[in-house]
């Protein structure tokens, strides 16, 4: 395991949001699905492209509360442009769960 030091962490933007729109993502590569998800008042909607079909769909998803790396590139994704990293773990098939803020985390605030 390579050990990062704390400035490396510090520098990560991690923020709670809520998915605000959610579409099926046919030209992805790998089966995906298109977020849109509210970063709170100081970052507003940003979108994302998320490899998660094996666990959820696109209309499960609206409303679901996630967790993102808001301060990343943006990585275009085929047609679609990915402005943040929705952050989740890989369940014993290795497809990915999401991973929730608890609830009354306010959409936008940044894990400390």
Same mark, same amino acid.
């Given at each position: !395991?390579? =050990?990062?030091?704390? #400035? =490396?962490?510090?520098?990560l933007?991690?923020? +709670?949001?809520?998915?605000?729109?959610?579409?099926?993502?046919?030209? +992805?590569?790998?089966p995906?699905?298109?977020?849109? $998800?509210?970063? @709170?008042? *100081?970052?507003? *909607?940003?979108?994302?492209? +998320?490899q998660?079909? #094996? =666990?959820?769909?696109?209309?499960?998803? $609206? &409303?679901?509360? $996630?967790m993102?790396?808001?301060? /990343?590139?943006?990585?275009?994704? &085929?047609?679609? !442009?990915?402005?943040?990293?929705?952050?989740? /773990?890989?369940?014993?098939? @290795? *497809?990915?769960?999401?991973a929730? %803020?608890? %609830?009354?985390? #306010?959409d @936008?605030?940044?894990l400390?």
């Amino acid at each position: !395991m390579d =050990h990062a030091d704390f #400035a =490396h962490f510090a520098a990560l933007d991690i923020r +709670a949001g809520t998915v605000t729109r959610a579409e099926p993502f046919p030209e +992805a590569r790998r089966p995906a699905i298109k977020l849109w $998800v509210d970063c @709170g008042p *100081e970052i507003g *909607e940003r979108k994302s492209s +998320a490899q998660i079909t #094996a =666990h959820y769909t696109p209309d499960a998803l $609206v &409303g679901q509360r $996630v967790m993102a790396v808001v301060n /990343f590139a943006p990585r275009q994704i &085929g047609p679609f !442009m990915s402005e943040i990293l929705v952050l989740g /773990f890989p369940d014993s098939d @290795g *497809e990915v769960l999401l991973a929730r %803020p608890e %609830p009354g985390v #306010a959409d @936008g605030a940044r894990l400390a």
